[in-house]
């Protein structure tokens, strides 16, 4: 096993309680982050539906779509703070060595997501200006949903290698830790959320904004098939999710797996079949969902989702329980030795005279 | 010695750092913290002067702003954890520890901000009528009190890193937000902020081309007073900020302002900077003056700005290095060495204890490596090794020996300038290993010199973990 120490600085905070705040914090973040790359895909998939289709319907719920991201996006980077302070004092040790492991591709996530957002800027508030260059215009958009499908895999492989410090000498760069086993079904897992999750957003909001007379539709029909749309990307995101779920949970690492985890995957799987059969019901009747069956529909998958992420919480401490408590011993052999060597040696005055 | 070792051989690590923090202190300061205040000010006065043309005025500088701030702001002030957490893990880890609750209000206070931009410019156009503008000045009033907020909680941290007062004794999370430097340099960070928030949106408004002409003199008129009100403030501010600083530090400001190599420019460049604020001062008395505002166009509303940049990135820039030796004063050195650990490690090895040394054990065999690996774990936080590299450690002994010989002669005197490079440099720390650690790290320099070389950080070349 590999031995380090930690800081001799204590934490601040009894460490179930900065567990607790990074589960809960992290969940708020992603659920941002899925609805600012959702948003950008669709986006994306709608102004090139307009453009292909000549239909300018579909531009102007491109247009909605991309109002929202300015506002996802802030949201999406003011909350991920939070985590990252809190993965950041819990699991100093670990998340530091993992990140300078894949050190270049990790300073990497700054100068993308800050091209991204200046891209979705740039598209958004320079909407009419490129009315006569759409195709340039639908290019840009791309162009940041393509910063957005690359910037989780930098997160899932710095996270994923945290998680198992046994094999970080076999690592030489971001490249070598991407293969390791179940980042790709995680990233799949991921953009399956994505859709799903943006799916709903895009539910609510154009609904809010139809009550709120501010999204303007030709007629009843091409409404309706804008929300079956939205549906349909639900349900296909739920498949997704469900199919790469079963991929990550049998891929992953015996580290982190033991008895404990089967109630919480109970609960994740309980919670996802309300959402899973509003959205079938929904999808094979060609129906919108009825204010109950939204409210059902979001109650029920935000409570699996806290499940997902206390399983996966879970599976991380798995992994990470016998590093932590030989580190911890380590620690106070090494503060004793500075102690003994301070005895023995003496301390020598460094300061410049 | 805690963490594997990022390096950038020709950038340099502590450049890395500096475009990102430089980037978002730019940003926070002139367009938050003190851009907001000033935004807002325009806007109550289009309410009390019923005049709509500064608000339209307030609104295109707050579109910039508004831009800029929640892209290239945030995702620096991100990335200002992920460099340093990258080059000084130990720093960082070791701030969050002391500072966590404080960092924690700040996101708060960060997570309000945010909100509170975003409702502030996306109601900016609905919130017109009478009743409604003085609730969106309050909100501008609101979010400026935020993102004043934001500033009082980091300031805590980065004058902690200069002076970290009693907390070294107590530990006590109130003596580490209450050192002796906080409120000087909070002060000065303010009033600064202020002051260039005019020069920012005198930039904004070079660029604006449908104001009428009356109007535009108006604008950048009430701009300019706005930044001399705030002057007298920057100028006490700056005094109590310097009469705080440790005597030990100031002593490094001639090679902050420069360079090592370039220290006695150190009155010249003192010289140009006092110039640069006075070209400020001028332009903004220019535009108030009726005779000389003809004078000030266009391109010359950005210079006030622009000098304002060189000068933010100058003053990071000091405030970075006169902190050397420390990363974390009297108690975490610049190369993430602790001072309480000097003792082990100066007598048994730096080797032995680095949780991720590729060499051990210094034996016939492996002596250009071992020193190679010492240079690495305590040098390279701030030097290079490719002679193209910035600092490179090359050029440096390039400068001090030029093509002498590195013989055996060489390699003693090398040895005997690292064991006592603290007393030859205040601003380096001194050597954290073994004397044997210091033989090896002179042969190793000395091998170099024939032996052009990168050296690769961690990121690249992968790591060794001590195994049982």
């Known amino acids: ?353 | 010695m805690d963490f594997p070792v990022f390096h950038l051989d020709f950038l340099g690590n502590r450049l890395l750092i500096a475009i990102i923090a430089i980037t978002h202190v730019i940003m926070s300061h002139t367009m938050a913290v003190g851009g907001i205040p000033l935004i807002t000010f325009l806007e109550w006065k289009s309410y009390k002067t019923k005049d709509p043309r500064w608000s339209k005025l307030a609104y295109k500088i707050l579109f910039v702003f508004f831009l800029f701030t929640t892209s290239l702001g945030a995702m620096t002030g991100v990335g200002i954890w992920f460099s340093t957490s990258l080059v000084n893990p130990t720093a960082i880890g070791s701030l969050i520890r002391v500072f966590f609750w404080a960092w924690f209000v700040e996101w708060g206070a960060f997570v309000t901000e945010v909100v509170l931009i975003l409702c502030y410019y996306l109601t900016w156009k609905k919130w017109d009528n009478d009743k409604d503008k003085l609730k969106h000045i309050k909100l501008g009033l609101y979010l400026s009190i935020a993102s004043w907020i934001t500033m009082v909680l980091i300031v805590a941290i980065l004058a902690y890193m200069m002076d970290v007062g009693s907390w070294k004794g107590t530990h006590s999370f109130w003596h580490a937000v209450f050192n002796p430097v906080y409120l000087p340099q909070l002060a000065f960070r303010t009033t600064w902020g202020m002051f260039l928030a005019g020069g920012a949106a005198l930039t904004v408004m070079a660029f604006l081309k449908d104001l009428d002409g009356e109007f535009y003199k108006m604008g950048r008129k009430s701009i300019a007073k706005w930044m001399l009100c705030w002057l007298p403030f920057v100028f006490l501010a700056s005094c109590w900020y310097w009469s705080v600083v440790p005597i030990l530090m100031r002593e490094n400001v001639p090679a902050a302002l420069t360079t090592q190599v370039f220290q006695h420019w150190y009155q010249g460049v003192l010289t140009y900077t006092f110039l640069g604020v006075g070209i400020i001062v001028l332009i903004a008395f220019m535009i108030l003056n009726p005779k000389t505002t003809k004078y000030i166009n266009r391109p010359a509303m950005i210079i006030p700005y622009a000098i304002g940049l060189v000068l933010i990135g100058q003053f990071e820039r000091v405030r970075e290095f006169i902190r050397k030796p420390y990363a974390i004063a009297n108690y975490l050195y610049a190369n993430t060495i602790r001072e309480e650990d000097l003792p082990l490690l100066t007598n048994e090895g730096i080797l032995k204890y680095a949780n991720f040394a590729r060499v051990r054990k210094i034996t016939n065999e492996n002596r250009i490596e071992a020193g190679r690996e010492v240079f690495k774990i305590a040098c390279t936080r701030c030097h290079t090794v490719s002679n193209i590299g910035i600092n490179s450690i090359q050029d440096r002994l390039y400068s001090m020996f030029q093509d002498q010989p590195r013989d055996g002669e060489f390699k003693d005197n090398i040895e005997h300038y690292i064991l006592n490079i603290h007393q030859a440099r205040p601003y380096m720390p001194p050597f954290p290993g073994n004397k044997e650690e210091a033989r090896v790290l002179a042969e190793y320099l000395a091998h170099l010199h024939k032996n052009r070389e990168e050296l690769l950080g961690d990121q690249v070349l992968g790591t060794k973990l001590i195994d049982n």
């Open chain 1, 1 to 353: 096993m590999p031995q380090f120490h930690d800081l001799p600085l204590p934490l601040p905070a009894p460490e179930f309680l900065l567990k607790a705040m990074l589960v809960i914090f992290f969940i708020l973040h992603i659920i941002f982050v899925e609805m600012m790359v959702g948003a950008t895909i669709l986006c994306t998939y709608f102004e090139w539906k307009g453009l292909k289709e000549k239909n300018t319907f579909f531009d102007k719920v491109a247009f909605e779509i991309a109002k929202s991201i300015t506002v996802n996006k802030s949201m999406a980077v003011v909350l991920g703070v939070g985590p990252l302070l809190l993965i950041n004092v819990t699991y100093t040790i670990f998340f530091y060595s993992s990140s300078v492991l894949i050190g270049n591709a990790w300073i990497l996530v700054i100068p993308m997501a800050i091209s991204a957002f200046l891209i979705t800027y740039l598209h958004q508030y320079a909407w009419d200006w490129f009315e006569n260059y759409k195709k340039l215009h639908v290019t840009l958009i791309a162009v940041a949903s393509l910063h957005f499908l690359i910037i989780p895999f930098f997160f899932l492989t710095n996270t994923n290698l945290m998680w198992f410090p046994t094999v970080w000498d076999q690592i030489h760069g971001f490249f070598s830790a991407l293969f390791y086993p179940n980042i790709f079904a995680r990233y799949f897992f991921f953009l399956s959320t994505t859709l799903t999750v943006t799916g709903i957003f895009l539910n609510w909001l154009f609904n809010k904004k139809i009550k709120n007379d501010e999204f303007h539709y030709p007629n009843k029909d091409s409404l309706d098939n804008l929300f079956l749309s939205f549906n349909r990307f639900v349900l296909v995101g739920m498949f997704g999710q469900m199919l790469f779920g079963s991929v990550v949970i049998f891929t992953a690492q015996k580290e982190g797996l033991d008895k404990n985890l089967i109630p919480l995957l109970i609960g994740v799987a309980i919670f996802f079949i309300p959402p899973m059969i509003n959205m079938a019901n929904a999808n094979l009747n060609k129906k919108t969902l009825s204010d109950f069956q939204f409210k059902t529909t979001v109650v029920s998958l935000f409570i699996s989702i806290i499940f997902a992420g206390v399983l996966r919480h879970h599976f991380r401490e798995n992994a990470l329980l016998p590093h932590q408590v030989n580190m911890k011993k380590n620690t106070e052999i090494y503060l004793e030795k500075i102690k003994n060597a301070k005895k023995n040696y003496g301390v020598k005055d460094y300061k410049y005279e």
